[in-house]
């Protein structure tokens, strides 16, 4: 590794070393040194767009901008004369000239603040607490910072409407002071380009070219230009009136395997808000529109189940939580093992899966482990879980030369796969996209297909027969494009996982990675299969089957259990009942919230949420990440792993008993050796299904939730996001 090149400059008569290449801003940050600026910001490219940042630097006319001055060994720079105070006191003079400057200069600010907040949930944005970003604006502080205490220009009301027809955020532009951040973001960050300056003069403002909505600039409403607005002129729609958090808790984002990092915003012990983690080294703060807008109306959604409910033949009815453990101990008890099965979501911690398949195993003695992943995938399930396992990790796609994405939009999820193809493709890689759709990779693409599913088995045939000399036209078209070698990466996505003609396109895709060496990945909605895996959840697979280098001898769960079976009750944990599974002529049901329509639980128990219940996940690069918890358990729910011990303990004497999450973790430990390791990352495995073989095609009827978009299958979250609804209705048109 080679030692970073440094450079020895004086800043306001202090000697520092700096890196080479790096700008004076940057530098002086680097050593505690204060210059107030409003356009730069450490993840965006340099811009000197407000002026804020002058200094004086012997040997340069004028006064330039520390943003975009790089520094040179020996500099000589002053931060803080007279000179440049006056000079940014007047910039900052006419950048107010355009901007609503009331809460700045006050002298009842201090008891505005403590008296009047009231009148801060007013929809409009014009003047002192009014505005949704009072108190946590830069602004504010940097007009403290430059000493101003008054502005001598009248001030122009540009009079802009508030835009807040697209979802998830508003838009006063009369706000804005056109620091260009969001349009650096947008295009320079996430490579998206929805956003730029239009009009000019005292006109100038921001948004989508030719009067498009958001919606129609194909936006990914991923927040990041809301998270780099300096002043409240971008307000997320659900949080804008929240105020400054109390503190923020970091965790994992529960929507996808990938497990991008999140900063919870908690406000009076409820999660208000999310942002990114630009440190983060998972996804670089890259994080989707989920990640970003839904988890507040998710964990503080008014259908969360409160209390423990048991169906009498009056109705529903509430009782205490002792009670509704011994109604469950005695239904499961009474069943017995032949009779019962239980389900479990991938979308459960680890420690949740690990107590779960403990007490079917153990309690109740039945390997009916059940889960959605089963009945979803049908007998695609080994070949399906072979690549998933066996999948690369998204910084491979850095050095990739071909790019082959098939049934994958990466707009509103495993967006920090999308912007790594992306990148990819701006740097030369060679890009194919095959979709039934429209989709926002197919700008960068070199050739984009489009066609129906069924067809793409073909087309994946075409490609490896054409880069031997055979193939389709369509496809001749795009294999030449592609080198041999084992620099080509295959990407699989939700529309290919869920399509008719998986099983075909999962051939071809092995086919493709063991005989022509190509890279796989995999992206699908089961956030915690890898988890799932190593914790033993399925029938016939024990706890430990990812602990070392080798073969994961995964069972098929239809010769281990009869997956058609109706049996007397159903334990459902954290998971949905759907048409495809078993029935049951008890039903429990224990999540947060309620039932899809048309299934009526006997006893439901309220579980609490990533949000309160802290845990581990794995991604799907087999990395073990942490959720912390951020708020106080809603109303009476309690966490999955203290629920299931409890009816444990009931069942069975002495079984199960586990008093925290420690007790949990430190018994993984001891089944799966190296599982918390230092690496902290599952070894990737080979898959070999053992029992008989499955039948063809999918034994267990259609794909659940169907009728649902593919990106949000599996997703328990979707039902609650209004604007996401709209947004995939308007794509689909």
């Given at each position: 590794?080679?030692?970073?090149?440094?450079v020895s400059i004086t800043i306001d008569n202090r000697k520092v070393e700096a890196k080479a290449k790096t700008t004076i801003l940057q530098a002086a940050r680097d050593n505690n040194i204060d210059i107030p600026s409003l356009c730069a910001l450490e993840h965006l490219p340099s811009y000197g767009a407000c002026r804020l940042c002058v200094v004086e630097v012997d040997g340069i006319r004028g006064f330039p901008t520390s943003c975009t001055t790089p520094v040179e060994d020996g500099m000589v720079i002053r931060t803080d004369t007279a000179e440049v105070r006056t000079l940014r006191q007047e910039v900052l003079k006419l950048l107010l000239s355009e901007h609503p400057a009331s809460c700045l200069f006050c002298e009842e600010q201090t008891d505005c603040k403590n008296f009047q907040g009231t009148i801060r949930k007013v929809g409009v944005t014009t003047g002192c607490r009014y505005c949704p970003n009072d108190d946590m604006c830069e602004l504010q502080e940097v007009t403290k910072k430059v000493g101003l205490t008054e502005t001598s220009y009248p001030v122009y009301y540009r009079n802009f409407p508030v835009e807040k027809e697209d979802p998830f955020y508003d838009r006063d532009y009369n706000l804005c002071l056109l620091c260009g951040r969001c349009v650096r973001v947008c295009n320079d960050v996430r490579l998206n380009g929805t956003l730029s300056f239009k009009q000019r003069g005292k006109m100038t403002t921001i948004g989508p070219a030719f009067g498009r909505s958001h919606l129609e600039a194909g936006c990914e409403f991923c927040g990041a230009c809301v998270a780099v607005c300096p002043t409240g002129a971008l307000s997320a729609k659900a949080s804008k009136w929240s105020g400054k958090p109390d503190e923020v808790v970091e965790s994992t984002c529960p929507y996808c395997p990938i497990g991008c990092t999140l900063d919870l915003k908690v406000k009076a012990g409820e999660v208000v808000d999310v942002s990114a983690d630009y440190d983060s080294p998972t996804e670089h703060g890259l994080i989707c529109v989920?990640?970003?807008?839904?988890?507040?109306?998710?964990?503080?959604s008014p259908d969360r189940l409160a209390r423990p409910t048991i169906l009498k033949p009056e109705g529903y009815d509430f009782l205490p939580w002792e009670e509704a453990l011994d109604e469950a101990a005695a239904k499961l008890k009474a069943a017995g093992p032949k009779n019962t099965f239980v389900v479990v979501s991938p979308q459960l911690s680890n420690e949740d899966l690990f107590v779960a398949q403990r007490f079917a195993r153990e309690v109740i003695g039945t390997e009916a482990i059940l889960s959605s992943?089963?009945?979803?995938?049908?007998?695609?399930?080994?070949?399906?879980?072979?690549l998933v396992v066996m999948s690369e990790q998204i910084d491979t796609i850095e050095e990739t030369k071909g790019i082959l994405t098939i049934g994958l939009d990466t707009t509103y999820g495993f967006t920090p796969l999308g912007i790594a193809v992306k990148k990819a493709a701006k740097k030369g890689a060679i890009l194919v996209t095959v979709s039934e759709h429209e989709c926002n990779l197919d700008m960068l693409s070199e050739e984009a297909f489009q066609s129906d599913a069924a067809k793409w088995p073909e087309f994946m045939d075409g490609i490896m027969k054409s880069m031997s000399g055979n193939g389709t036209r369509k496809s001749k078209a795009a294999a030449p494009l592609f080198k041999k070698g084992d620099r080509n990466v295959v990407i699989i996505g939700p529309d290919a996982v869920f399509s008719g003609k998986r099983k075909e396109i999962f051939e071809?895709?092995?086919?493709?990675?063991?005989?022509?060496?190509?890279?796989?990945?995999?992206c699908h909605p089961y956030t915690n299969l890898m988890g799932m895996l190593a914790m033993g959840a399925l029938p016939g697979l024990k706890p430990g089957g990812l602990k070392s280098d080798g073969v994961l001898k995964l069972k098929d769960p239809a010769g281990v259990v009869d997956l058609k079976q109706n049996r007397k009750v159903g334990y459902f944990i954290g998971e949905a009942p759907s048409p495809e599974m078993?029935?049951?002529?008890?039903?429990?049901?224990?999540?947060?919230?309620?039932?899809?329509?048309?299934?009526?639980?006997?006893?439901?128990?309220?579980?609490?949420?990533?949000?309160?219940?802290?845990g581990t996940t794995i991604s799907s690069e087999g990395k073990i990440l942490t959720f912390n918890r951020a708020s106080a358990p809603f109303a009476e729910s309690k966490p999955d792993w203290w629920i299931i011990s409890g009816i444990a303990a009931r069942m069975k004497k002495g079984a199960l008993k586990y008093s925290s999450l420690a007790a949990i973790q430190s018994e993984i430990k001891k089944s799966i050796p190296g599982f918390s390791g230092k690496e902290r990352r599952v070894p990737r495995k080979k898959v070999v299904m053992e029992g008989k073989a499955a039948a063809a095609g999918n034994p267990f009827g259609p794909c659940r939730d169907a009728a649902a978009p593919a990106a949000f299958r599996g997703v328990p979250l979707h039902d609650h996001v209004a604007g996401m609804k709209a947004i995939e209705e308007r794509r689909h048109k």
């Open positions: 590794m080679t030692k970073e090149k440094k989920k990640g970003r807008f839904a988890i507040p109306e998710y964990v503080l992943v089963i009945f979803d995938l049908g007998s695609d399930l080994r070949s399906f879980v072979d071809r895709v092995l086919a493709m990675r063991d005989n022509l060496g190509w890279k796989v990945i995999v078993p029935k049951c002529e008890y039903l429990i049901y224990e999540n947060a919230l309620p039932a899809p329509s048309g299934f009526d639980p006997n006893l439901i128990l309220p579980a609490g949420l990533f949000t309160e219940s802290p």
